[in-house]
């Protein structure tokens, strides 16, 4: 089984920084995709931004320009570098790893917080 721990959120103000990661442990696939899904109050999760073990990445449109997804593969880590950071941006960030294949299956990590005030 895989476990994931997030840190990195917190509150900031429009226009600041926030910088995410996401460490994996336990029987990791050499062959995934991780990413960071976020949910605002009241919405759906969404994904945010997530990467091949390859280094391919896929941004949603609201965060392009400004979010950077990267990871490193010794460490089973998974980075969002998140810049000019907006009030919509608020939400509870989630890592993911995800497995495809004949069996496909996903792990969430629990979520951290990120507060954009205006």
């Known amino acids: 089984q895989v476990q994931l721990v997030e840190s990195g959120g917190g509150l900031v103000q429009a226009g600041g920084s926030l910088r995410l990661s996401c460490a994996a442990s336990?029987?990791?696939?050499?062959?995934?995709?991780m990413g960071w899904y976020r949910q605002a109050p009241g919405k759906q999760r969404e994904l945010v931004a997530d990467?091949?073990?390859?280094?391919?990445?896929n941004y949603v449109d609201s965060v392009k320009g400004r979010f950077t997804i990267s990871r490193d593969n010794a460490k089973n880590e998974v980075y969002l570098q998140m810049n000019s950071l907006k009030p919509e941006d608020t939400a509870v960030y989630y890592c993911?790893?995800?497995?495809?294949?004949?069996?496909?299956?996903?792990?969430w990590g629990q979520g951290t917080q990120v507060t954009v005030s205006s």
């Open positions: 336990g029987s990791i696939f050499s062959s995934n995709v």
């Open positions: 990467i091949t073990s390859g280094g391919s990445t």
């Open positions: 993911q790893y995800y497995v495809a294949g004949y069996a496909p299956y996903a792990i």
